[in-house]
């Protein structure tokens, strides 16, 4: 069973940077994809980023060129360095990664913007 961390989520004012983390408990290289999603309590849980094995890289129109997905694969890890941040950002982001039959997802990591 595949475990996913996320951390580097905090308070940041409008305008602000946050890079967010995700390790993975197992190696990264063998999930055909990976993403990064968020939700606000009561709201449906939205995509921010995914990306497929070999595949191409889809961010979410409200986040193209302010976000970006790396990973490094040495660390297992995948990052999500989010810039010129918007109140409108504030959620929960949660990690995925999918592959091997398997769907997993981290427990989350709060993201505030807030002046």
């Known amino acids: 069973q595949e475990q996913l961390v996320e951390s580097g989520g905090g308070l940041v004012q409008p305008g602000g940077s946050l890079r967010l983390s995700c390790a993975a408990s197992g190696s990264i290289a063998s999930f055909n994809g990976m993403g990064w999603y968020r939700q606000v309590p009561g709201k449906e849980r939205e995509r921010v980023v995914s990306f497929t094995t070999g595949g191409a890289t889809n961010y979410a129109d409200s986040v193209k060129g302010r976000f970006t997905i790396s990973r490094e694969n040495a660390k297992n890890t995948v990052y999500l360095q989010m810039n010129s941040l918007k109140p409108e950002d504030t959620a929960i982001y949660y990690c995925?990664?999918?592959?091997?039959?398997?769907?997993?997802w981290g427990k989350g990591t709060l993201v505030t913007v807030s002046s």
């Open positions: 995925n990664a999918y592959g091997g039959g398997g769907y997993y």
